[in-house]
Each structure stands twice: as structure tokens, then as C-alpha cells.
């Protein structure tokens, strides 16, 4: 599209930055294409499918209620009691979900929570008083990444990923889909750019939508990708593991990949993805191909930061973010193949798509986004102001 008068920004020399995004901030005159993206859960142990029951008066439960306490109390209450199927992977064996921190050990949380309805992200944080952050915090995450508030910061260098082999196993948790690091595998650690100490990348979760309209975690502009690949790691310097970490201060590293569609995938990324045909079901599994984890990301050495959270519960604001300045891409097959999946095997969960796996942006409460994408030079010699600079989107 052609520009407008103003001040231009063409320093970068990316061509597809965040794939078809903001080129360049010009100052105000200037138009915007909509397609345009960004450059610059007290339990009784329960037995085995989430079915809400009615309890009617004179039952005693364990119900939770707003006031996030746990009473047992005469009332007339829908609780879900857990009566799923045991997970198996694809050779017909147990798989172990992880369990979610903050209740008793043999309450397995991770299938207390949904990402819709009345275990949905609005009521995760009065599911289990342990993740009440999800629900008060102030540095929750994802959020909207608005061009206008992005602020330079100079002393943002390059971050740089081990170029390691990983072996790895891929998997339906009835959540989304995920990689995790086989063990006694080679990691890959991550180091500099706004990070002060060493993380080691353990697992990756991917989101997606059933649409190509919404998908990702993250959005730009209040725009959605089809989908988002998170990168995670733990600082392997000051604690011992992820679990330790994710309540910890400055114990999570997560990498956001914004996903794009394309004509092919990007290669790393079909690497990630292969057998997920095998694990259409929620706890099945499958051993991954050996994936190089540096080869995921982007071509750019441009990126966004912000300190925010884990998208899921317990939702502990420990995070450091990292959003590349480019996608990755996926095509339509990949993507049909994501959306066939299911939530688990069961007659109630067999029907219910995966698709749709996202936390909707939280409120950023002032907080400051970083960049390393200098906004200020112009192709005309002349400084934008920065109460003047505004974003162009681009085709």
C-alpha cells in the first residue's frame, strides 16, 4: 500500500516482519490495512469424564465457593467430580499428566480447569484457593502487545539458543498439544537478551483456534494468529527443576512464536509436529523426532519483552517473555490436522475438539513492553517525535 506523507522508520531491513506486519512507525496521516501484523481449580479423593452434578440439600461437600474457601456446607451446588478415563499413549500405555501445584499431592489439578465454561479461564482462580493469582494477580499473561506503547531499550542484545539436538516425546494432554524433553536427553539452554541468568528449555506447548482468526495467546493490535508456539525453561542456575521454578522469582523463561499461515511449515516446526496424527485423543502420545529447538525460531534478532505470567493455572507471575519480530509458518493441511484433535477418549470428551486452547488477554496494568526495534530513525533524515509515532500496517 502506498504511504502517506509523515516520518517513516525503514532501519530494520526486515521484509516480513511478524510476517506482512508493521513495516515501519510513520507519524500520524498514516493508514492501517486490517491484515496487517507487528514488526517494529479441599477434594475427596475422586474416582475416574468432568460431569457436573446436582447435589441436592442435606449432601456435606467440599464446595468452593467466590469467596475462595473451602466449606462444608448444606447447599444446593453443581461441582465437577472427576470421572474420566485414565489416559494411555499410543501403544495402549498409562500415560502420567503432570499435577498441578497448589493441592494435596494426590489430587491430580490438571484436570480441574478447561478453557471454557464454568472451568474456564474467568473461574480459574476460584477452582483452587492455591491459584487465586489467575484471578487477582497484576502481571498475568498473555496480553495485547499495542505497537504505540512499545518502548526502546538499547541495551537489549540478542538472545541466543544452544544449537543441541533434543529427543523428545509429543503429547495430547487434553489441554493442547505439547513437547517435553525425553529424559536424560541434551537440553537446550537460552541465555542474554533481558535474561540475567542460564534456562534450560524443557517443553513446548502450541494454541491454536479452529478458525484462522483467533488461535494465539498473544495478540498484536488486538490481532490474533491462527496459533502460538511457546517455548519453556527454567533457570537451571538458581533452581532445580521447571516445578521448582514456575513459582519462583526470575524461575520461567517462555519464548512466544507467533504462527502464521503459509504455503509450507516452517521446517523445525513440522519436525515439532510429526505423529501428531497419532495422538488424536487426550493422554495419548508419541515418541517425537529429534528436534534442533534453535531451528524454531526466527530469522531476526528483533524482539518484544515484558515480565507477566504462566497461561495456565497456577498462573504465577515468574515469567519472562520473549516474542521474536517474525512468525512461524504453518499451512492449511498442519493446521486441519490440529483441529481434528480431541480432548480425550471418553464418550463425553471424545467429541470436543482441542481447538480453542487459549487464555484471552489480561489487563497489562501499566506495564512496560521492550523492545530492541529502534523506532526513531527515519528514510527522510527526520525524527519522529515519539508522541507522534504511529504504526503503518502493510500487504
Request: proline content about 7%; charged content about 15%; hydrophobic content about 35%.
Amino acid at each position: 500500500m502506498a504511504q502517506k506523507e509523515g516520518c517513516a522508520y525503514n532501519g530494520s531491513g526486515l521484509t516480513t516482519p511478524l510476517g506482512k506486519a508493521i513495516d515501519e512507525p510513520l507519524c500520524k496521516g498514516v493508514s492501517r490495512s486490517p491484515d496487517g501484523l507487528l514488526t517494529t481449580l479441599h477434594s475427596a479423593r475422586s474416582p475416574v469424564v468432568y460431569l457436573p452434578v446436582v447435589y441436592l440439600p442435606v449432601v456435606y461437600l467440599p464446595v468452593v465457593y467466590l469467596s475462595v474457601v473451602y466449606l462444608p456446607v448444606v447447599y444446593l451446588s453443581v461441582v465437577y467430580l472427576q470421572l474420566g478415563d485414565q489416559p494411555t499413549g499410543d501403544q495402549g500405555e498409562k500415560v502420567d499428566r503432570p499435577v498441578e501445584e497448589g493441592g494435596p499431592p494426590a489430587v491430580d489439578w490438571g484436570q480441574w480447569w478447561t478453557y471454557d465454561g464454568i472451568s474456564g479461564p474467568r473461574f480459574w482462580g476460584v477452582i483452587n484457593p492455591a491459584w487465586s493469582r489467575c484471578r487477582e494477580g497484576r502481571r498475568q499473561s498473555p496480553i495485547n502487545i499495542d505497537p504505540i506503547t512499545l518502548l526502546y531499550d538499547p541495551n537489549l542484545t540478542p538472545f541466543a539458543v544452544d544449537r543441541v539436538t533434543v529427543g523428545g516425546v509429543l503429547l495430547n494432554t487434553g489441554h493442547g498439544v505439547e513437547w517435553r524433553a525425553a529424559q536424560g536427553s541434551a537440553l537446550a539452554n537460552v541465555t542474554g537478551g533481558p535474561l540475567s541468568y542460564t534456562y534450560t528449555l524443557t517443553h513446548a506447548r502450541i494454541h491454536f483456534g479452529h478458525t484462522n482468526h483467533l488461535g494465539s495467546e498473544h495478540l498484536v493490535d488486538n490481532k490474533a494468529f491462527p496459533g502460538e508456539l511457546q517455548l519453556y525453561g527454567y533457570n537451571s542456575q538458581l533452581y532445580r527443576n521447571f516445578s521448582q521454578a514456575s513459582s519462583q522469582v526470575y524461575g520461567v523463561l517462555a519464548v512466544a512464536l507467533l504462527i502464521q499461515v503459509g504455503e509450507s511449515v516452517t521446517p523445525e516446526l513440522r519436525v515439532l509436529l510429526d505423529g501428531v496424527e497419532r495422538i488424536t485423543y487426550g493422554g495419548s502420545s508419541v515418541t517425537a523426532a529429534s528436534l534442533v529447538v534453535r531451528g524454531l525460531l526466527p530469522a531476526t534478532e528483533h524482539y518484544l519483552t515484558y515480565d507477566g505470567s504462566l497461561t495456565q493455572p497456577a498462573c504465577h507471575e515468574t515469567v519472562t517473555w520473549i516474542i521474536p519480530n517474525k512468525p512461524l509458518y504453518i499451512n492449511t493441511a498442519m493446521l486441519h490436522q490440529l483441529r481434528a484433535l480431541r480432548q480425550g477418549n471418553s464418550s463425553s470428551l471424545a467429541h470436543a475438539p482441542l481447538a480453542n486452547n487459549f487464555r484471552p488477554v489480561q489487563t497489562a496494568h501499566h506495564r512496560t513492553i521492550r523492545t530492541n526495534i529502534h523506532f526513531t530513525t527515519t528514510t527522510r533524515g527526520v525524527r519522529c517525535r515519539a508522541g507522534e509515532q504511529r504504526p503503518i500496517y502493510k500487504v
